[in-house]
């Protein structure tokens, strides 16, 4: 068996964010070397920067937060690859065929190679609201959606992409709402993958959060 993060690293400097770039800013409260008994730091970031679950309250006040979901509904026994060939700024929209039991599906797309280069930020693709509603209607397992690209809204397209994000989220739509894991590192060979754990960062007041993914693999 292996274990293999599935999510970023964030770093005190740059970080690639939707649209742009962003600084996390990280305050060294007390320092061995300064003469403190101990290393304590204070950070701050947006709670959409890095890899990060959208949850429904990112788009609907009625919504659930992230941090009201049980901890058993963070553990995929089932996940589900899709691999993808998507341009710059291009909405994926096709009929997607998974296993009925996917509790989680993953797309890879390779675009998480580009991290660090100007067109993962800016000419990201996406995926078109059309997805949301197949999968919603025809997967009732499936509980969340992971990409390995920045946003699932093209930063060239954010109309399309704010509907895009409520097909997914939306409380009132069919089923229930399937979550959106967004930013993810999947950079790795993803056929043994056999589970996938998921811990969101737990502050009651956010619609969503940052998370630690780890995959398990079979191998």
């Not at 690293?9 to 008994?37: L, Q």
Request: proline residues 7%; glycine residues 6%.
């Amino acid at each position: 068996m292996r274990y293999e993060y599935l999510s970023h690293m964030s770093a005190e400097g740059s970080n690639p964010v939707y649209g742009g770039y962003g600084s996390i800013g990280i305050h060294r409260c007390k320092s061995i070397a300064r003469g403190d008994s101990a290393n304590v730091s204070s950070f701050q970031m947006e709670n959409h920067w890095g890899t990060h679950v959208d949850a429904p309250n990112h788009f609907f006040d009625n919504g659930m937060r992230v941090s009201e979901y049980p901890p058993q509904y963070w553990f995929f026994k089932s996940p589900c690859v899709l691999q993808v060939f998507l341009r710059p700024s291009e909405a994926l929209n096709m009929s997607i065929e998974i296993m009925p039991e996917a509790d989680l599906l993953l797309i890879q797309s390779n675009w998480c190679k580009l991290r660090h280069a100007e067109a993962y930020v800016r000419e990201n693709p996406g995926i078109d609201p059309d997805v949301g509603f197949q999968l919603r209607s025809r997967y009732p397992r499936l509980r969340a959606v992971g990409i390995d690209w920045i946003s699932v809204s093209p930063f060239a397209d954010r109309t399309l992409g704010r509907l895009s994000h409520k097909a997914f989220l939306d409380p009132n739509g069919q089923n229930s709402p399937i979550l959106l894991i967004e930013d993810m590192n999947l950079t790795m060979g993803l056929a043994s993958l056999r589970e996938v754990v998921v811990m969101p960062l737990r502050i009651e007041a956010l619609d969503s959060a940052p998370c630690t993914v780890v995959g398990v693999f079979d191998d």
